[in-house]
C-alpha cells in the first residue's frame, strides 16, 4: 500500500513542477513588466526602478528568476496584490474558507439527491422515473451554470423575495471568524438569527454550483449499479431470500459506490470551475471571485499565486482520491 | 437515453449491413440523439441563413426602442417578436446571429483541438519515451488546472477577445483527444497487421494515419461531438465573464453578460440568451450519447 501510495506521489511531483513553471512563464509572457505594472502610471525615479528591478532580480538571467521564484514560493511568498498591497496568501488564506463553505455545501446537496436517485433509476430501469432522472441529469450537464444562477435569483430573490441576491450574510450581523465557516461560527456564537442568515444566503449559491456535480453523480451511480446489479453474487443474495433492501443498500451498493467515490473526487475541479462562474453571480466573498476581479484589474500576483494554490489544491484532493481508490479497491493497488 | 439501443432486436437474418446502414439503424432508434440531431439540422439552418431570417441587423440600435418586451406582453409589437435589449437591438434577430457564432466557435474549437491532440496522441504512443513523457505530463497539467481557470490563465497571457477564448477552450479540450489517439496506437501497434503493414514496407506516417488513425476513429467523433458542447459552454461562460467575444459581438455568454444588470426590469434580455445556450449544448449532448451508443460494440448486445 505504501508503495502504491509512493508511486502516486511520484506522478504528482513532475505534475507540480509543470505548473509552477506555467505560472513561471504567465508572469513572463503578460506585457509589460512586472516592476513598471507595480509603479503604476506616475512613472519612477530610474534609479529605484533598477534598485526594485535588482531586489526582484529581474536582472538576472530567466534560470536564475525561475529558482528565485522557486523559493521565494517554497518560503510561502507568491508576491503582493497590486491593488491592495495585501500578500497574496494571506488574502487566498482569508478568502477561501468562503469557497470551501460553498463547495461542501454543494457536493453534499449532489450526494444527497443524486446518490439516490442514481440508485432509484438503476433499480427501476426503463421506468419513467429512470427516464426522467437522466433526461433532467442530462439538462443539468449542459446547463450554462451562469445562466443558472440567474434564473434562480430572477424566481427566488426578485419575484418570491425567498432568499437575498448576493454576499454572503446580512450586513447587520458581525461574525468575528474562527473558522472562517460562517455557518459554523455563527452557531459557536449562539447567534442564530446570524445562522438563519448565513443558511438563507448560502441556498441558491448551493443549487447553481451543485447542478453539475449532481447530475455527473446521478448518471455515474445509475451505471455502477446497472453494473453490479447483473453480477452473480447479487442474483445469489436474491436466491437466497435477503430483502430486497438489503441486497441493494448493502451488496449492490457497496460495490457500486467505488467508481462514484472516484467520480466525487474528480468533481473538484469542476467544483473550482463552478465556483468562478457561481461566486461572480452572487458576489460571494470568495476565491473564484477574487480571481476574476484580479484578472480584471490586470492583478497578476492574484492570478499567478490563486492558479497555482488552486493547481495544488486539485492535485493533492486528486493525490488522495487516488490513495482512497487502492484502500478501498485492492485490485488496483496489485495491478499497476 | 440509452433505452432504444437496448431494445433493439438484432437484425440478424440474411446479408450481413453495411456498417453505415446498421449504425443509422441503432441510431434512429435513440429518440433524444434523433431530436439532438434534428435540433442541430435547425440551428445549422439559420446559422446559414441567418442574414436572410433575422428581422432586424444584429447590432443596429433603434432609440426608440429600449428593452421593449416581446409581443405577447403589453407593450410588445410585432416587429420586435422577442423584444429589444437595453439599447434597442432586436433579440430574436441576435440570437439567430449568435447561432452563427456559436457553432462556428464549437467547430471552430473542436477541430483544432481534434486535429492537434490526434497528432500529438499518435506521436507519443508511437515514438515512447522522452517524446511521450513530455507530451503526458503536458496533458496532465492541462487536466489537473480547473478547465476555466486554465482558460482565464491563457487569455491572460493572449489578452481577451473571441479568437483568444477560442484558442484557450481548444488547449482545455486538448488532452481527451490526446490520450484517445494515443491509447490506439498503443493497443495496436503490436498486433499482426501492423507488423503485416511494416514488413509491406509501410512507413511510419502511413502506420500512424491509415493504418492506425482508423481504429479510433469512432471514440474520437463520440468525443468530438461532446467536445462541440464543451466549446460552446466554455467560451460562452468566458464571453459572461468579459474575457471572450466582445460587444457589440451577438455572442449568448456576452449577451447575457450585458443583460444582468436589467435582470429586475426585463426578464426577457436574460432568460433567451441562456435558454439558448441550454438547448443548443444539450442537443450536442444527446446527439454525443447517441453515436457513443450506437458506435460503441462494447454496449450492443
Known amino acids: 500500500m505504501l508503495r502504491f501510495a509512493l508511486t502516486r506521489l511520484s506522478l504528482v511531483v513532475p505534475t507540480f513542477i509543470g505548473i509552477t513553471l506555467l505560472v513561471f512563464v504567465l508572469i513572463r509572457l503578460i506585457p509589460g513588466d512586472p516592476i513598471e505594472t507595480m509603479a503604476g502610471e506616475h512613472g519612477i525615479d530610474p534609479a529605484r526602478l533598477a534598485q526594485l528591478r535588482a531586489d526582484y532580480g529581474f536582472d538576472q538571467p530567466v534560470l536564475v528568476q525561475y529558482g528565485l521564484y522557486l523559493s521565494r514560493m517554497a518560503h510561502g511568498d507568491l508576491g503582493r496584490s497590486i491593488v491592495t498591497h495585501e500578500p497574496v496568501i494571506s488574502e487566498f488564506r482569508m478568502l477561501f474558507p468562503a469557497t470551501i463553505e460553498l463547495s461542501v455545501c454543494a457536493i453534499l446537496f449532489a450526494l444527497c439527491l443524486g446518490l439516490p436517485a442514481g440508485i432509484i433509476a438503476a433499480v427501476r430501469r426503463n421506468s419513467i422515473f429512470d427516464h426522467g432522472v437522466m433526461g433532467i441529469s442530462l439538462t443539468g450537464y449542459s446547463m450554462p451554470i451562469f445562466w443558472w444562477g440567474l434564473l434562480l435569483i430572477l424566481l427566488f430573490s426578485v419575484q418570491l423575495g425567498w432568499t437575498p441576491v448576493s454576499g454572503r450574510i446580512a450586513v447587520q450581523y458581525f461574525i468575528e471568524p474562527v473558522t472562517g465557516f460562517l455557518l459554523i461560527d455563527t452557531l459557536l456564537d449562539g447567534d442564530f438569527g446570524a445562522f438563519r442568515s448565513a443558511l438563507s444566503h448560502l441556498v441558491l449559491p448551493t443549487i447553481v454550483l451543485g447542478t453539475v456535480p449532481l447530475a455527473v453523480i446521478a448518471r455515474m451511480t445509475r451505471s455502477a449499479m446497472l453494473e453490479v446489479l447483473g453480477e452473480d453474487y447479487i442474483r445469489t443474495a436474491r436466491a437466497k431470500g435477503l430483502p430486497r433492501f438489503r441486497v441493494i443498500a448493502i451488496h449492490a451498493l457497496r460495490n457500486a459506490l467505488i467508481p462514484v467515490v472516484t467520480v466525487i473526487g474528480l468533481q473538484v475541479g469542476v467544483l473550482f470551475t463552478g465556483a468562478i462562474l457561481t461566486e461572480t453571480i452572487f458576489s460571494w466573498p470568495g476565491v473564484g471571485k477574487w480571481l476574476i476581479e484580479g484578472i480584471n484589474r490586470r492583478d497578476y500576483p492574484v492570478l499567478q499565486g490563486g492558479t497555482l494554490l488552486i493547481g495544488a489544491i486539485v492535485m493533492i484532493v486528486n493525490l488522495l482520491v487516488d490513495v482512497t481508490y487502492g484502500l478501498i479497491n485492492p485490485r488496483i493497488r496489485y495491478t499497476r | ?186 493497443s495496436e501497434v503490436s498486433k499482426d497487421y501492423i507488423t503485416a503493414a511494416k514488413v509491406a514496407g509501410a512507413g511510419r506516417l502511413r502506420l500512424m494515419f491509415k493504418e492506425i488513425l482508423p481504429n479510433c476513429t469512432a471514440p474520437l467523433i463520440v468525443q468530438a461531438t461532446l467536445g462541440i458542447s464543451t466549446a460552446i459552454l466554455d467560451a460562452a461562460a468566458l464571453g459572461f465573464l468579459g474575457l471572450g467575444a466582445q460587444p457589440p459581438l451577438p455572442e449568448w455568454g456576452t449577451m447575457l453578460a450585458d443583460a444582468r444588470e436589467f435582470v429586475l426590469r426585463a426578464w426577457w434580455v436574460v432568460t433567451l440568451p441562456g435558454s439558448a445556450i441550454l438547448v443548443t449544448v444539450l442537443a450536442f449532448n444527446l446527439l454525443g450519447d447517441g453515436l457513443r451508443d450506437a458506435l460503441d460494440p462494447k454496449l450492443k448486445r
Open chain 2, 1 to 186: 437515453m440509452t433505452a432504444g439501443a437496448f431494445e433493439n432486436p438484432d437484425v440478424a437474418a440474411g446479408a450481413p449491413q453495411h456498417p453505415l446502414l446498421e449504425f443509422w439503424f441503432d441510431f434512429k432508434a435513440n429518440f433524444g440523439a434523433v431530436t439532438g440531431l434534428a435540433v442541430i439540422v435547425v440551428l445549422i439552418l439559420l446559422a446559414l441563413f441567418a442574414d436572410f431570417v433575422a428581422p432586424h441587423s444584429p447590432i443596429v440600435t433603434n432609440n426608440a426602442a429600449f428593452l421593449k418586451p416581446p409581443f405577447w406582453q403589453q407593450g410588445g409589437s410585432i416587429a420586435y417578436p422577442l423584444g429589444t435589449d437595453a439599447i434597442g437591438r432586436d433579440i430574436l434577430s441576435r440570437l439567430i446571429h449568435g447561432a452563427r457564432l456559436s457553432l462556428l466557435i464549437g467547430i471552430a474549437v473542436v477541430t483544432l483541438s481534434v486535429v492537434a491532440g490526434t497528432i500529438l496522441g499518435l506521436v507519443a504512443g508511437f515514438f515512447r519515451g522522452v517524446i511521450e513523457i513530455a507530451i503526458m505530463r503536458l496533458m496532465d497539467i492541462t487536466l489537473t488546472l480547473p478547465s476555466l481557470l486554465l482558460a482565464i490563465v491563457i487569455v491572460a497571457i493572449l489578452g481577451p477577445g473571441l479568437m483568444n477564448a477560442m484558442l484557450a477552450v481548444a488547449i482545455v479540450l486538448l488532452p481527451h483527444y490526446v490520450r484517445i489517439a494515443r491509447a490506439a496506437v498503443i
